[in-house]
């Protein structure tokens, strides 16, 4: 008998107008240097539902956001999410170029946690707007 494991659903994306537009526009711009990015971006962006900025949900991520994570090796680290001209690792800023930020893009498959506008990605993260 012949098994089939399933592929776990990407979880559905909501996002602000206004970081769309800029989402998209940085995404085309970096295609030629970052294509593995820009595209990942892009797709992202594809099945993402926009909303004006003032409906978007409080648990959802967004630029600006604070994000605490677990490493694969188990440190905690908090980042804020943030386009590339803020980015400033001393500061925790990361670009949401880097590689290590697109998955936090995807946040919206939060859940509220205790406190105001704090939220979780996974049990292992905590997002902050």
């Known amino acids: 008998m012949k098994t089939h494991s ?9 996002i602000g107008d206004t970081d769309y537009r800029r989402l998209n526009k940085l995404a085309l711009a970096a295609a030629d240097r970052l294509p593995e990015i820009s595209d990942a971006l892009l797709l ?3 099945r ?3 909303a004006s900025d003032s409906s ?3 648990k959802v991520v967004r630029m600006g956001s604070a994000v605490e994570y677990k490493t694969d090796a188990g440190a905690q680290r908090i980042v ?3 386009f590339p001209e803020d980015a400033d690792i001393s500061e925790g800023k990361i670009s949401i170029l880097t590689p290590s930020a697109l998955p936090f893009s995807a946040c919206p498959r939060v859940k509220q946690w205790a406190g105001p506008r704090e939220t979780t990605a996974s049990t292992s993260s905590r997002c902050w707007q």
Do not use: W
Not at 6 to 14: D, E, H
């Open 80 to 82: 804020t999410l943030v």
């Open 56 to 58: 978007v949900p409080e």
């Open 6 to 14: 399933q592929t776990p659903r990407k979880p559905p994306i909501v």
């Open 44 to 46: 992202e962006l594809e």
């Open 48 to 50: 993402a539902r926009v």
